[in-house]
């Protein structure tokens, strides 16, 4: 993390602020016990990689105990058992193997057909730089309707930068060559004319919503948020992310993989032209990220075009051909 400690942290990127508040957590004092809920979600490849490899230095060197909680990425070699839970009760208990843990592997389904449209998303040359750092520079991408793309690149490459340039009112947005819906940023129109035409769900989305201070239900937080809700619609969603046996469950109580199918249906629901999903598939067990990934190849409106961010090219190959990958210090 050498690059990153003289960049302020709301500057860093999802992935970046893990790593650091991960060695804050354990530069004090070695633990005996080291309690891990997630560490691996939002971090790119070599990330992952390098996690491992330092789980398992600190348990080789310092006998540390490590207990962590994870679905379906490969592990670090100090992890010899696994405990499977469900519905609060220990369901199987086995040795790990460790060349058993592959990534989940998702059955390809028909990709919905991609539009020849006018572009919804128009960039010509942009550069981003804090500082004297550059995240991109000279950068060019088109988007056109009905479209699926799939945005990649290693932690803090600018992925969601780009992304906030596109949804949220980020400064530098005005001052680039960014066309929306045909449109330039800048040239009249307001930040709720740009979001009433956008989706968008991102990892910082769970902390904004403060889950914990919320005693609604899962379904009557929806309803609070959607005021021309599609009864049937939520329905239908609720069955196809499997979301039956949560959805009246205050959503204090709710877990991180509930929480973000909650705001996966939010998002949904709102059917608009652009749907913008920054690492959807973040604390997902194999069989919901499977679902959400057959809803994005078989059951997403056709019209709707699609950018998602994602650290898991493994998964690309089963609903889009379009990758826009950004390599660091473009």
Known sequence: IEPLLDIEVVKLSDGQLKKVLFLKGIAKEIPHVLLMDYPFEGLDHQSRSDLCEFIDFLAREYAMQIILVDNHHNLPRCINRTLTLEKFSFVKKEMVKQDTLDEVKIIPVDRPSVGQNLPVIDIKNIKIQYGTRIILQDFSWTVKKGERWALIGKNGAGKTTLLSMIFADHPMAYSQEIHLFGKRRG????????????????????????????????????????????????????????????????????????????????????????????????????????????????RLNEETTLVLVTHYEKDLSDWTSLTMKIQDDQ
């Not at 959503?251 to 999903?277: D, K, P, T």
């Open 187 to 298: 040239t009249g129109e307001s930040i709720w004319d740009i979001k009433r035409r956008i989706s968008y769900l991102g990892p910082e989305l769970i902390s904004y919503l403060n889950p914990k201070s919320i005693s609604l239900s899962m379904r009557q937080y929806i309803e609070s948020v959607n005021k021309t809700l599609n009864a049937k619609l939520l329905n239908e969603y609720i069955t196809h992310f499997a979301a039956e046996n949560f959805m009246d469950k205050p959503v204090r109580f709710l877990s991180s993989g509930e929480l973000q199918i909650m705001l996966l249906i939010n998002s949904l629901l709102s059917n608009r032209e652009l749907l913008l999903l920054d690492e959807p598939f973040q604390f997902l067990d194999p069989n919901r990220k499977a679902l959400v990934s057959k809803f994005l190849q078989s």
